[in-house]
């Protein structure tokens, strides 16, 4: 069965950086484009980037833009979430979640990990 | 502010029906397939919904997906109390490049 497992989450100093990463089992990861998708308390759900299957294509929202970096390595099924620069409005439980195999620019999610929580706070 | 436009709450008795509404532009929803997620805080959203209509083979016939333009609706029929979530739609900006959802909405079984 599908998987996805995140982990790498914790409490952070403002200005810090966090490295999440996602294990994924259960599916050919190689073949679907991954997204990550945050939760801030109080708020809903924000997507926050995505990358094909090969990496050549990474989007990102606004709100994250040259403050997060999304990488895969599809020999490990792995999926990352490079942060800098944390700010208090970035704390959110971090989901990664399984696109749509034939388009990344597609918004169909189909499985999710249970999320990892990151709090940025002094 | 979310890109795509939902009620903050809808309520509705149990075994009634209740709808939601997800209102975007032509750049989102004009141009892209919608999805539908069900979230429990603290738990994993679930797909609902997804190519505006289509419901995984695990989610029960109660519910249903539409669009019409720059507009998408969910709807629930035979409310149960175990119903009660956030409820999100969800699609792709073309103008944007990005993913968007709406701002949610809280189902209330009373």
């Known amino acids: 069965q599908v998987r996805l497992v995140e982990s790498g989450g914790g409490v952070v100093q403002p200005g810090m950086s966090l490295r999440l990463s996602c294990a994924a089992s259960?599916?050919?990861?190689?073949?679907?484009?991954m997204h990550w998708v945050r939760h801030a308390p109080g708020k809903g759900l924000e997507w926050v980037a995505v990358i094909s299957t090969d990496g050549s294509n990474k989007y990102y929202a606004d709100s994250v833009k040259g403050q997060f970096s999304i990488s895969r390595d599809n020999s490990k099924n792995t999926l990352f979430l490079q942060m800098s620069s944390l700010r208090p409005g970035d704390t959110a439980v971090y989901y990664c979640?399984?696109?749509?195999?034939?388009?990344?620019?597609?918004?169909?999610?189909?499985?999710w990990g249970q999320g990892t929580l990151v709090t940025v706070s002094s | 502010q979310s890109v795509l436009t939902q009620p903050p709450s809808v309520s509705a008795a149990p075994g009634q029906k209740v709808t939601i509404s997800c209102s975007g532009s032509?750049?989102?929803?004009?141009?892209?397939?919608v999805s539908w997620y069900r979230h429990l805080p603290g738990t994993a959203p679930k797909l609902l919904i997804y190519d505006n209509n289509k419901r995984p083979s695990t989610i029960p016939d109660r519910f249903s997906g539409s669009k019409s333009g720059t507009s998408a609706t969910l709807g629930i029929t035979g409310l149960q109390t175990g119903d009660e979530a956030d409820y999100y739609c969800g699609t792709w900006d073309s103008s944007l490049s990005a993913g968007v959802f709406g701002g949610g909405t809280k189902l209330t079984v009373l």
């Open positions: 032509g750049s989102n929803i004009g141009d892209n397939y």
């Open positions: 979640t399984r696109g749509y195999s034939l388009s990344w620019s597609v918004a169909k999610f189909d499985y």
């Open positions: 259960g599916f050919t990861f190689s073949t679907y484009p």
